[in-house]
């Protein structure tokens, strides 16, 4: 294959056009129909039409039910594909949360050993670091934050 060595790198790749995420699994199912509407995907195996991109694309095909009709075509192996797919984007989400909580730990880990520390310079006469008072400011803080959650969801239903 003979190889053009023109370069015109720059300025090639945003024409203003919608860039779909192409190495998704859920563009081997999906075609868009209309370019003016890139949110509009029709099913390439039932040829169905619907809104809401790919993700909805991925449970049409994975047959989740809630958003969208399930695709009466998929086989079983498209559903596990696409299921597998939409749990993947999930647990790389909650492996976030999990590395702060680590990191959390590691910083609660290093308090304690100095503490251990002092106590033993100071003999038996340090106080217990993580009392009571600390569980109870705990849960005072979680309904706090319920009732600020309540309090937004509330607002958010009375705007049109
Ligand atoms: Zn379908």
Redesign the pocket.
């Known amino acids: 294959m003979a190889c053009n060595a023109s370069t015109t790198s720059i300025g090639s790749t945003t024409t203003g056009a919608h860039k779909r995420n192409s190495n998704d699994v859920g563009w081997e199912?999906g075609v868009i129909p209309d370019k003016s509407n890139m949110d509009r995907l029709k099913?390439t195996?039932?040829?169905?039409v619907f809104g809401g991109g790919i993700f909805r694309m991925k449970q049409?095909?994975a047959h989740m039910t809630g958003n969208v009709s399930s695709?009466?075509?998929?086989k079983k192996y498209d559903q596990l594909k696409c299921l597998n797919n939409i749990n993947r984007g999930k647990l790389k989400k909650k492996a976030k949360k999990v590395h702060i909580k680590d990191l959390r730990v590691e910083v609660r880990q290093e308090l304690d050993d100095s503490m251990d520390e002092l106590e033993n310079s100071l003999g038996s006469m340090a106080p217990n670091v993580i009392g009571p008072m600390d569980n109870f400011a705990n849960i005072i803080n979680h309904e706090e934050i319920v009732k600020a959650e309540r309090e937004k969801m509330l607002i958010l239903t009375i705007l049109p």
């Open positions: 199912y099913c195996l039932c040829g169905k049409h095909i695709c009466p075509k998929s």
